[in-house]
């Protein structure tokens, strides 16, 4: 068991480098099942997301290499076995294996995912996808089985019922060496997705629209190998930007896209944060006097669902009564008994979050229920006065690379105990 341990109440101060997008790297990895040779992708987090997803790809077969962030893997030797239940299980974004294994073999049998309990997230749009590109879907057990009648999958018109990251990216990935053209419309826009696009055409797929509500893929028989720098991760950035807003005085975040967060930094203006927006970076000066805001979810370009929790700490040093709603996952509001716990005046009402603050927190011990709500518990610790311990840690390491590091380097008395 292991636990963070926060001495709150210290204000922050310096610089911190974004690492790269998880969301990203989660995805590009069973990507590479597609090519026939080695792919090396920099800027990789180092996340235990990111470890998971090496040892399965190692099971299957490829030759993986992971230092300094830069991860080279040699998919030319792996083979579609039976994905072990244990790893899949660990993390969400194993479905991805499931595009990947029928674009390059026409056939899959993998544990069905695990991450995060936030609510209903079905695959059925997934299998939708792949039924309509001539996969089969049958189930035994723990495991899903899916195979290309013909042996292999063929294009199709795909409409997605509703926008969804995680069907827009599979059925690209299975579209990728499929015969003929796959169109999918009411496609996510994610910033995600046009980084998979990016290294998939760099492999020599055919894939235009990424970013757009329509992408059109012309299948190919064969990928090849490439070097792919994963872009920034908008979430971490994002949770930084908070942070800093919340307790800083004075700290630049590094490596940030600006257009991958407009959406959060008009949020934040409209609060009265003071920042300095730069080139690859933003200066979040010391705060005075915020003011309460409403936040409400939506697919991108809209307010992130991902950033809603994060967030939430500094929404509490606002002055004013607000609402958080979040429209894509309506789970993600484990995070506010928590924060509760500390004295915050924050509770759910017919769904919604509802807080009135300012607040001043005080250390407790509470649990991280998710990858994001841990990350909002960290934020609330570093506010807080005296200690907090945050247990279930495991969730806020699956996506957040060198966090203690990051943090000890601000001025954060913070420490990750072993039990």
Known sequence: MRKIIINGGKPLSGQVAVSGAKNSVVALIPAIILANEKVTLDGVPNISDVDSLVDIMEIMGARCHYQDETLTIDPSQVKSIAMPYGKINSLRASYYFYGSLLGRFGKATVGLPGGCDLGPRPIDLHLKAFEAMGAEVSFEGEYMHLEAKDGRLHGAHIYMDTVSVGATINTMLAATRAMGKTVIENAAREPEIIDIATLLNNMGAHIRGAGTDMITIEGVEALHGTNHQVIPDRIEAGTYIAMAAAIGEGIKITNVLYEHLE?????????????????????????????????????????ATDLQQPMTPLLLSAHGRGTIIDTIYEKRVNHVPEIARMGANISILGGQIVFQGPNQLTGAQVKATDLRAGAALVTAGLMAEGRTEIHNIEFILRGYAKIIEKLKALGADIELIEE
């Open 263 to 303: 959406s959060f930094i008009a949020k934040l203006e409209e609060m009265g944060v003071r920042m300095t927006v730069e080139e690859d970076a933003i200066f979040v000066e010391k705060q005075e006097n915020l003011k309460a805001v409403n936040v409400k979810t939506s697919p991108y370009p809209g307010f």
